[in-house]
């Protein structure tokens, strides 16, 4: 029902930087929180960052002080600036939105988008 359409994935050297964006789109409500997801090949989905609906922010250990998530509430989008990239941060990373959606009535939600692919790599 919710849309989520994310970019800013690539190839970057160690010490590098990128800007992921995902931007949400539907019958949205209300979007309550908002955050960011990673997975690893062979690896379970880990959480990397969170932000609530009034800019409260929440980070894995392993991203402190490199990853700074925010959000545009006008267009439904969050980002992820990521600095200083590590060949352990290699992974496909995923966004992810919690919220209210409008159907027969009014319903919570919690959408996925698709992945995009970061490789830290010299």
């Known amino acids: 029902q919710v849309q989520l359409v994310e970019s800013g994935g690539g190839l970057v050297q160690p010490g590098g930087s990128l800007r992921l964006s995902c931007a949400a789109s539907?019958?949205?409500?209300?979007?309550?929180?908002m955050g960011w997801y990673r997975q690893a090949p062979g690896k379970l989905r880990e959480l990397v960052a969170t932000i609530s609906s009034v800019g409260m922010t929440n980070y894995a250990d392993y991203v402190k002080g490199r990853f700074t998530i925010s959000r545009d509430n006008a267009k439904n989008t969050v980002y992820l600036q990521m600095n200083s990239l590590k060949p352990e941060d290699t992974a496909v990373y995923y966004c992810?939105?919690?919220?209210?959606?409008?159907?027969?009535?009014?319903?919570?939600?919690?959408?996925w988008g698709q992945g995009t692919q970061v490789t830290v790599s010299s």
């Open positions: 539907g019958r949205i409500f209300t979007i309550n929180a």
């Open positions: 992810n939105v919690k919220g209210t959606v409008i159907g027969l009535g009014y319903a919570d939600f919690a959408s």
